[in-house]
């Protein structure tokens, strides 16, 4: 138990379904990531939110919709994906601002999307 | 832009005995994060050690050491007494003191042999 989890664990779902995955910390922080993890490719970060607010959207699509209702739950919204989107998507948080100790990234087990 | 390589896909260590892995990683920064995470089968992302760059000494944490190459932007990681447990995915990653992304490398991926 690392503090940071998410569900569900493995997901199928065809093109045109619509699907959410979600993300809690339990640590108390006030940032979360979301990350895409594909075969044989470094992880990639897809989106950043700094107290509930985004921060960073790095160049997603728009089938990909992320929301922070607050800084303890993320959720990722996944509609009309295509196989390439198949992959581990990871959910990370930190403790931003307030010193030099407090920017270590904690990881959830991620949710292994397979896309039919 | 920063990026992070690392040169082995694949390492394999006997049980007991010791193994490097390498990194490096190109910036313009002088202050800035340094990281290994392990990421087993259970695909959870584990933060192995940290290295602070405006810190010269070396970081340790029980079996595992670095040697942290500032000039060289060099950050190898090396496991002692390697244990079957240790048997995972290794990644190094960066990030810059102002805040912001981490960025990975590719991946090592660590066999051990009993």
């Known amino acids: 138990e690392t503090g940071v989890t998410q569900t569900p664990r493995h997901l199928v779902m065809g093109m045109t379904n619509k699907k959410s995955l979600k993300c809690e910390q339990h640590?108390?922080?006030?940032?979360m990531y979301w990350y895409k993890q594909s075969a044989k490719k470094p992880l990639e970060l897809m989106f950043v939110?700094?107290?509930?607010?985004?921060?960073e959207n790095n160049s997603v699509p728009s089938r990909f919709s992320p929301e922070c209702p607050n800084s303890s739950h993320l959720f990722l919204h996944l509609h009309t994906l295509q196989p390439e989107d198949s992959a581990l998507y990871l959910c990370?948080?930190?403790?931003?601002?307030?010193?030099?100790?407090?920017?270590?990234?904690?990881f959830g087990a991620g949710t292994r999307l397979s896309v039919l | 832009a920063q990026t992070v390589t690392q040169s082995q896909p694949e390492m394999s260590v006997q049980e007991a005995e010791t193994v490097t892995l390498s990194c490096t990683y190109d910036?313009?920064?002088?202050?800035?994060?340094l990281f290994w995470y392990k990421q087993p089968p259970s695909r959870q992302m584990i933060l192995v050690i940290r290295?602070?760059?405006?810190?010269?000494q070396n970081a340790t944490e029980n079996r595992f050491s670095v040697n942290f190459q500032k000039a060289a932007k060099s950050f190898s990681l090396k496991i002692s007494d390697s244990q079957l447990g240790d048997a995972a995915m290794y990644f190094c990653?960066?990030?810059?003191?102002?805040?912001?992304?981490?960025?990975f490398g590719q991946g090592t991926e660590l066999s051990v042999k009993p």
């Open positions: 990370a948080s930190s403790q931003e601002g307030g010193g030099r100790s407090k920017n270590i990234q904690y």
């Open positions: 640590l108390g922080h006030n940032a």
């Open positions: 939110y700094n107290f509930k607010e985004q921060t």
């Open positions: 910036t313009s920064e002088s202050d800035y994060y």
């Open positions: 290295q602070e760059a405006y810190k010269q």
């Open positions: 990653a960066y990030r810059s003191a102002m805040g912001g992304k981490l960025i």
